[in-house]
């Protein structure tokens, strides 16, 4: 039976608000590796695009997959097309013209690059686009927002949710609002990818982690599923287990039996 862990990032692997180097901690890393050299499978399941992840991992953790912006943009180590969905244009620009205009801060991900609306501090590539026009060709693979409260990302992801429901679906991530593709979601994408890896290895089990609302979908979808005390309690309820650090879990998972 191959093991297969998806691994939420922000707060579950990468802690931004940290120091260096304790944003990535290096018992985590080293652990990924002992996962990996003893045959089984490590990889990403997050609502950041592939750009957004690899300025920070690159020389320290070489996952097996990615599962992006919310499950629709899905590749393997070598960064090849897995599964690929992208949001309507059209409702795209709608939201663009929604909330850019308000000051909100506005992410697109087109076919896995960065696409911001002025300048940032950020270690990788992006580009500065105008509206949906202007970005680069290809599937718009996600729609992020920044708030600026818990209580104004729940308020909007539910307005979206209202609004575009029909083509999209709004995911909130602490302050972040994630808008990918109808029928994306962090679940599906581990679906995906439980299908994709049963073709290769036979059967899988599968374990997910994460610490936040919009890793529900991962959470449910695993066949075991880790979070932390600093989770929201609707998380902790829904986990087969709660554990102190992801170290924890990729131990748990290297020594389950099932």
Not at 1 to 11: P, T, Y
Not at 22 to 37: H, N, R, T
Request: charged share 25%; with cysteine.
């Amino acid at each position: 039976m191959k093991k297969v862990f998806a691994s939420d990032f922000d707060g579950t692997l990468y802690f931004y608000k940290a120091p260096d180097p304790d944003k990535l901690p290096a018992a985590s890393v080293a652990k990924i590796k002992e996962y990996q050299e003893a045959g089984n499978l490590f990889g990403l399941c997050t609502g950041r695009q592939v750009g957004g992840l690899t300025p920070f991992i690159t020389g320290f953790v070489e996952p097996d997959f990615f599962i992006t912006s919310s499950g629709s943009n899905i590749v393997d180590h070598a960064f090849q097309p897995i599964y690929k969905r992208g949001v309507d244009p059209a409702v795209a620009d709608a939201l663009v013209k929604e909330f850019n205009p308000k000051g909100y801060r506005m992410t697109l991900d087109v076919e896995g690059d960065i696409c911001v609306f002025a300048e940032m501090d950020y270690p990788g590539k992006y580009y500065i686009i105008t509206g949906v026009d202007d970005a680069p060709e290809g599937l718009i693979h996600e729609v992020s927002i920044h708030t600026e409260s818990l209580e104004e990302a729940a308020a909007m992801s539910a307005w979206i949710n209202e609004q575009f429901g029909d083509k999209v679906e709004a995911f909130q991530n602490v302050v972040e609002i994630d808008i990918a593709p109808l029928g994306c979601s962090k679940g599906k994408g581990v679906g995906v990818l439980r299908d994709y890896y049963r073709e290769k290895y036979g059967d899988i089990r599968l374990y997910g982690i994460g610490d936040s609302i919009n890793d529900l979908p991962l959470i449910d979808a695993a066949d075991v599923s880790y979070t932390f005390p600093y989770a929201p309690e609707e998380v902790q309820a829904r986990v087969t287990k709660v554990v102190p650090t992801i170290v924890d879990a990729l131990e748990d998972s290297m020594e389950d039996e099932a």
